[in-house]
C-alpha cells in the first residue's frame, strides 16, 4: 500500500486559498505523477465561506449595495476546476487548536466541540489575523460577520451619535462610507490615538484624507486612543479612552488593533508580537522543522495586504515546489522573497473620492474612487477564490 502524504493548509482565506490554488495548479500535477507516495491536500478553517472582507466598510453601511451572496462565498467552490486532483483535496471545519513539530501532527477543534488530529508531511500557516469586531474580520463562521453586517445596517438608519475607533485605512474608509451614506444625519466621531490619520501614508496624504472626512462631517480627534466599551442600560455604547475620559454612541465600530491567530502555535514559533517567525527571505518556519511554511498577514514578513501577498505567493509556492518535487526527481528553483515598503495604499473616501499612493506617488481621488472606490476591488476577488491570479508560476 503506497504512503499518503498530507500537504496541509491552516486556514482558508486570503493567504490559505492563494497558498492551495498555487499548489493545485503547479505543485501537485507534478507530484501526482509519482504513485508512490501518494500526496494529498488538506485545507482547515473555522468557516465554510470565504469572506471578500475589504469590502467592510462599505457593507458596514449597505448589504444592499454589497449583498451577502457576493462577498460570501463557499471556500472550496473554487477547487471543483481541478479534475485532475478529484479525491485529493479535502476541506476540513474546525480552529487550529495545536501544533505539534516532533510528531507533524495538526490538531483542530470542530464546530462540535471534538478535536481531532491530522499528520502532515508539508505545513502551510495561513490563519491570518482578527480585528476586534465580526464587521470586519470573520470570527468563525461567517454567519457571524453576517449576521453583524445587517445588524449594523439597521442601527445606522437610526443613529444620531456614531464613533469609530482607529485612524488606519479600515477607520477611515468606515468613517467616510457611514458620512456619506448617512449625509449629515448623524455626528460621526473618528478617534486615533497618534497625531495623523494613515500612518503608512506621509504627513501630506493624511491631512488631506482629514480634510475630506471634515468635508462630509466627520470629526476626527487625535491622541484619543479607545481601551475599551460597554453597553449602558439604555443601548447605547460608553467608550473608555486611555486619558481617562469616555464617549457615549448608539453606534461603536472598534476599527483598530489586529491580532495574529496564532494561539495555537508553541511560543518558540512565534515572534514577540504574536506572530509565525517565517524567514522573511525563504518564508518558511525554520524553528518548525523541514516543510512548514507561512503564508500571509499571519506570517509578519511585511505591512500585510492582497498586495503584499499577490508578491509573496510566487516565492512561497516556488520554494515549497522546490521542497517536495525534489522528493520525485522534479527541480524546481529556490526563490528569495524581499518585501517592498514603499508607499502604496489606496483608501476610498466614499464613493467618489479618496487619498492614497503607489510606490510612493500620489494619485489623485478620481482614481482611487475608480480603481478601489467602486466596488473595493470585489470583481478581482476569484483571483484568490479561483486562484486566478496563481495560473503563472
Known amino acids: 500500500m503506497s504512503e499518503t502524504r498530507n500537504i496541509v493548509v491552516l486556514g482558508a482565506s486570503f493567504g490559505g486559498l492563494s497558498a492551495a490554488h ?15 507516495p501518494k500526496y494529498e491536500l488538506h485545507l482547515i478553517d473555522p468557516s465554510t465561506h470565504f469572506w471578500w472582507h475589504i469590502a467592510a466598510p462599505r457593507e458596514i453601511v449597505s448589504v ?29 471545519q474546525g480552529t487550529a487548536a495545536g501544533l505539534d513539530t516532533n510528531a507533524r501532527t495538526v ?53 444620531k451619535d456614531i464613533v469609530i475607533a482607529g485612524g488606519g485605512p479600515v477607520g477611515v474608509e468606515t468613517a467616510g462610507e457611514i458620512a456619506t451614506h448617512l449625509n449629515g444625519s448623524a455626528r460621526i466621531t473618528l478617534l486615533t490615538g497618534s497625531t495623523k490619520l494613515l500612518p503608512q501614508l506621509k504627513a501630506s496624504r493624511a491631512t488631506k484624507a482629514q480634510k475630506m ?26 467608550i473608555r479612552l486611555d486619558n481617562g ?3 457615549t454612541a448608539d453606534v461603536y465600530i472598534p476599527a483598530y488593533g489586529v491580532q495574529p491567530n496564532s494561539e495555537f502555535l508553541p ?8 506572530y509565525v517567525a517565517t524567514n522573511p527571505n525563504t518564508l518558511r518556519v525554520d524553528a518548525a522543522g523541514p516543510r512548514v511554511y507561512s503564508a500571509g498577514d499571519v506570517s509578519g514578513v511585511n505591512k500585510g495586504g492582497v498586495l503584499h501577498l ?18 520525485v526527481g522534479g527541480s524546481v528553483a529556490e526563490r ?50 479561483e486562484g486566478r491570479k496563481w495560473v503563472k508560476a
Open 22 to 36: 498555487y499548489l493545485c495548479k503547479h505543485t501537485l500535477p507534478q507530484l501526482i505523477k509519482s504513485q508512490d
Open 336 to 385: 528569495k522573497y524581499v518585501a517592498k515598503d514603499d508607499e502604496t495604499q489606496l483608501v476610498p473616501i466614499g464613493a467618489k473620492t479618496g487619498v492614497g499612493a503607489f510606490g510612493g506617488w500620489g494619485m489623485p481621488g478620481f482614481a482611487i474612487a475608480m480603481i478601489k472606490g467602486k466596488d473595493y476591488f470585489l470583481g478581482t476577488m476569484p483571483d484568490i477564490t
Open 107 to 159: 490538531s483542530f477543534r470542530t464546530p462540535s466541540g471534538s478535536e481531532e488530529i491530522l499528520p502532515y508531511y508539508a505545513l502551510v500557516i495561513a490563519t491570518g489575523i482578527r480585528s476586534p469586531t465580526p464587521l470586519t474580520t470573520l470570527q468563525g463562521e461567517h454567519t457571524i460577520s453576517e449576521k453583524a453586517l445587517d445588524e449594523m445596517n439597521i442601527k445606522l438608519a437610526s443613529a
Open 213 to 238: 472626512l471634515e468635508k462630509v462631517g466627520v470629526t476626527v480627534m487625535y491622541g484619543a486612543k479607545a481601551t475599551g466599551s460597554e453597553e449602558t442600560s439604555d443601548g447605547k455604547t460608553e
Open 64 to 92: 444592499k449595495e454589497m449583498p451577502h451572496s457576493k462577498c460570501f462565498v463557499p471556500n472550496m467552490d473554487g477547487f471543483g476546476q481541478y479534475t485532475n486532483l478529484k479525491g485529493s483535496i479535502h476541506f476540513h
Open 310 to 327: 499577490q508578491a509573496s505567493i510566487p516565492i512561497l509556492g516556488a520554494n515549497i515546489s522546490h521542497d517536495l518535487l525534489a522528493d
Open 267 to 274: 511560543e518558540d514559533l512565534k515572534t514577540k508580537t504574536g
Open 245 to 247: 475620559k469616555t464617549l
